[in-house]
């Protein structure tokens, strides 16, 4: 098992390695790594090192090889097939974002309540009515939910996400969804991450 | 100075102890913030430790106290000033999103090119020209600046940013953009943020 906190980084190791490779790149070291993401370099030894990817002294990480690995590690190979729910802004944004190839994500349905929006198309991606998502996230064997509907609406959508077989749910709406214990939720709050690059900018200095 | 991890923990802790604040609840334990984070609890006790804030054995830390600690900490009271470049789907999305308040950070003005979208409201906030933004954004002494703008405007924008004064860029577009060493750029990418949800669900063990 992979500890969380190495989990977290390894997919931003994939991305600067894939830049790498883009630009002809042979080699890569951990402090290039651990430069660019403001991180401890032997951090970043250590969780290549859980990959049993091992480096040249003074060389550093063979681009190809460390590549290999971590394609390995992230299933790349393997589309990883989700359903969102609500195509607002927010889920429009998501839904058109090219951004989730890279690792093999793939957003294969789109539902909303809303009549104007249904049979409306995303690129290759249709909007659905969400009387019909049930069906089809058990048909399709569907196991990622994002949610992006208003924050009184999330309970009673992910209740359905969960009766339909969903295993995990990446949940924008502002509120606590309560699901059983085999289920994982994810709470994604970028207002979070807008104040810790605040905190960064300012580093407080405590003593 | 606090440690980069820290800094990204310690706003999460604060949205955890305004909902046991919002319940009436009186403590806290830093097992409690430990499970609904999925992290180490020896690790909220040493975050918590640098703000100097104290728990009581078996009991945990006193709610009121807590909040206080880490309202001065995030500095709640001061109002955190960002212009958001681009309102399309994601542009408007956040600046939609009444989660930035609970920390004190205001999206004070928008810009686009799109002529159909200038003088429109978001709300409050306004849509500007982005030829506006250099001098509004110099009058109004305005450091942060969020990048919701296609990947070939990305660097541009950016530069135009820095010039106004800019020393936090929050950037979302999928391009690595270039500034001076005195400028912070943070890149957000919820492709990671996705992958890392597939990765916790599949908890590969590599053993
Ligand atoms: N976590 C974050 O960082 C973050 C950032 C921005 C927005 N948000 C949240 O994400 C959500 C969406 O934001 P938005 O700006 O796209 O809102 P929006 O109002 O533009 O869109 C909501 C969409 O959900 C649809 N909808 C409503 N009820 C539904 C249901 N039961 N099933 C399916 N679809 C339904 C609506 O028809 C609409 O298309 C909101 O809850 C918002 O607070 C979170
Ligand atoms: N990092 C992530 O997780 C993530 C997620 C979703 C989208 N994105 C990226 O965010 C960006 C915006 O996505 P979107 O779905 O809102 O795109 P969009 O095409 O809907 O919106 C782009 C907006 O930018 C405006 N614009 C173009 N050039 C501009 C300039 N020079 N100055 C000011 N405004 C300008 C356009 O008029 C439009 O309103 C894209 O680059 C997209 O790839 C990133």
């Known amino acids: 098992k992979i500890p969380l906190p190495s989990l977290k980084r390894l997919p931003k190791y994939y991305s600067i390695v894939c830049e790498y490779y883009k630009e002809g790149k042979e080699y890569i070291k951990s402090s290039e790594i651990s430069k660019k993401l403001d991180i401890d370099e032997t951090q ?3 969780d290549i090192a859980l990959l049993n990817c091992a480096g040249k002294p003074k060389v550093g990480f063979n681009i ?3 590549k290999r690995y971590l394609e390995e590690f992230l299933d790349i ?5 989700s359903f969102l729910i609500g195509t607002g802004n927010l889920g429009l944004a998501i839904a058109k974002y090219n951004g989730f190839e890279k690792y093999g994500l793939n957003i294969t349905a789109l539902f909303d309540t809303d009549p104007h929006k249904i049979g409306l198309k995303v690129g290759e991606k249709e909007i659905f009515h969400v009387s019909k998502f049930p069906d089809l996230a058990q048909r399709m064997r569907v196991k990622i939910i994002i949610l992006a509907v208003p924050r009184e609406e999330a309970q009673k959508m992910a209740d ?3 009766k339909a077989g969903a295993k995990a749910i ?5 509120a606590n969804i309560d699901v059983p214990k ?3 939720v994810i709470n994604q709050d970028l207002a979070t991450d807008f104040m ?3 905190l960064q900018l300012h580093n407080k200095d405590l003593s």
Chains 1, 2 share one sequence.
């Open 44 to 46: 970043v030894r250590k």
């Open 64 to 66: 190809n090889e460390l």
């Open 160 to 162: 359905i996400a969960v």
């Open 170 to 174: 990446w949940n924008f709406a502002p």
């Open 77 to 81: 190979n393997n589309m990883k097939d």
């Open 196 to 198: 810790v690059l605040w």
């Open 182 to 184: 085999d289920v994982l």
